[in-house]
């Protein structure tokens, strides 16, 4: 298995550009989750994903913040204008029936 | 308000002790309560996940309990290695959902 993947590891922008995210979970799995983590708030869940259809999104920050899943293998999450507040680590998790969460490598955003 | 705490301070123990992390919640009413180990630059690797009708579960060296009168969570290393140094996190489900609400996580060194 190759586990959660994230691309693209690490990602410096400038504040205003657009940066999108992109998560390939683990084949089979039903569940997909977006995290942000940071030193102060530590792991905040933005959104989840059961059978490609969003089901709780009330962690996304706000409007900049959007993320789609079109098919059962590819996530992305979009942050459009980009903000300094934005820089984080993104981590992308997927499970499957039972409770326990896989997560990816993680994205490390800079926005200057 | 909802939170969770965990040790804000780093715990330092020596090889071959108990390591012994806390958690600790107020206003939630879980069905069950999860344990990750996360290393440096890396996402969170699943543990161990208790129900609220378990007041024990054990894995190797790992036992984590759960009081749910209390409202915390125990969990301990026996036999404590070099290797077992990281932060680990407890998270718990929010209601009859996917979501997990998590602690700021524990870190823990095990000195040789």
């Known amino acids: 298995d190759a586990g959660v993947i994230q691309s693209p590891r690490h990602e410096v922008t400038e504040m205003g550009q657009e940066v999108t995210l992109r998560c390939k979970p683990i084949s089979g799995h039903d569940y997909l989750f977006w995290y942000r983590q940071t030193m102060m708030r530590g792991l905040e869940l933005l959104i989840y994903f059961n059978n490609n259809v969003p089901i709780d999104d009330s962690g996304m920050p706000e409007d900049r913040f959007s993320a789609k899943m079109p098919n059962a293998s590819f996530s992305t999450l979009k942050i459009q204008p980009s903000e300094p507040r934005d820089s984080a680590v993104y981590f992308c998790a997927s499970s499957r029936g039972q409770r326990e969460q896989y997560f990816g490598p993680g994205t490390r955003l800079t926005v200057t | 308000s909802q939170k969770i705490e965990q040790n804000s301070e780093a715990l330092n123990i020596q090889e071959g002790k108990t390591a012994t992390l806390t958690c600790n919640y107020t206003n939630y009413s879980p069905a069950y309560l999860q344990w990750y180990r996360q290393d440096p630059g890396r996402g969170p690797v699943f543990l161990l996940l208790i129900r609220e009708n378990e007041k024990e579960k054990r894995k190797e060296r790992l036992k984590v309990t759960f009081d749910t009168t209390l409202k915390q969570s125990l969990f301990h290393i026996t036999a404590s290695q070099p290797a077992d140094s990281a932060t680990y996190l407890c998270?718990?489900?929010?209601?009859?959902?996917?979501?997990?609400?998590w602690g700021l996580g524990t870190s823990l060194a095990v000195n040789p």
């Open positions: 998270a718990l489900n929010a209601g009859n959902n996917r979501k997990l609400i």
